[in-house]
């Protein structure tokens, strides 16, 4: 029998196999330990004409890393995510137009509707397996903020070296709702299956080129746990 292939819908299943809170980029030990070998491969080469040492790509690389680790300082930031995403849209942020709190549930081919990105209906620009939105704007906001607060180390370690942060966690209650498609893997035909969650992923970027760096959400939402049946 073929295997399976993993899901990889936008909204993004996070597998029951999976440790809730653990994260898809590499940890602050991970990070520091590609830091200091950048360091120790730095070395001095001869600039031509003037036979001075010049500075080596590898050292340039790291000194920017830690002028951009410095100047996102040791306090995290706080995060509006509605006034985000009209800030960051065209950098591609949209928690709030694929998760939004104030998006209909329930299918209505007049609209765009959560359940109805399941069969990509109109608003939509495919269907896909996974399709929730948060409860309100003040679950939303808190949680992502208490996540940025808790793990802001990580998370300026995570964008001084590669730009861009990547994790999920567990909230402990419920803060979203919405469908998945329990026909996926090919088990049957597309249909849409009402579930709650209690997960969330969130992925943070840097501006390019923002001098100080700017961070901004490109999506945090809640996130489904596929069904063992389907696994």
Do not use: C
């Not at 995290?76 to 709030?96: K, Q």
Request: negative net charge; charged residues 25%.
């Amino acid at each position: 029998m073929p295997s399976r292939k993993p899901d990889t819908g936008e909204s993004g299943d996070v597998r029951a196999s999976r440790t809730p809170g653990s994260h898809s980029v590499g940890t602050v030990a991970q990070e520091e330990q590609a830091l200091s070998l950048v360091a120790e491969q730095g070395r001095a080469t001869v600039s031509r004409g003037t036979g001075q040492p010049a500075r080596h790509p590898d050292d340039v690389r790291l000194a920017q890393i830690m002028r951009t680790y410095d100047q996102l300082g040791a306090e995290p930031p706080e995060f509006n995510v509605a006034a985000n995403d009209d800030a960051y849209r065209s950098r591609g942020a949209h928690t709030i137009d694929r998760h939004g709190y104030d998006m209909p549930l329930r299918r209505d081919p007049a609209e765009k509707t959560i359940e109805g990105r399941i069969y990509g209906d109109d608003g939509w620009d495919r269907p896909d397996n996974w399709s929730l939105r948060w409860t309100d704007p003040t679950t939303m906001n808190r949680e992502i903020n208490d996540y940025v607060r808790q793990n802001w180390e990580e998370i300026r370690t995570n964008l001084a070296v590669d730009g861009s942060h990547s994790g999920a966690f567990n909230a402990g209650h419920r803060v979203g709702e919405g469908f998945y498609n329990d026909g996926m893997f090919g088990v049957g035909p597309r249909n849409a299956h009402y579930t709650a969650a209690s997960l969330v992923r969130v992925s943070i970027d840097l501006v390019p080129g923002s001098d100080p760096p700017q961070p901004f959400i490109v999506t945090a939402f809640p996130a489904g746990v596929v069904p063992f049946g389907l696994l």
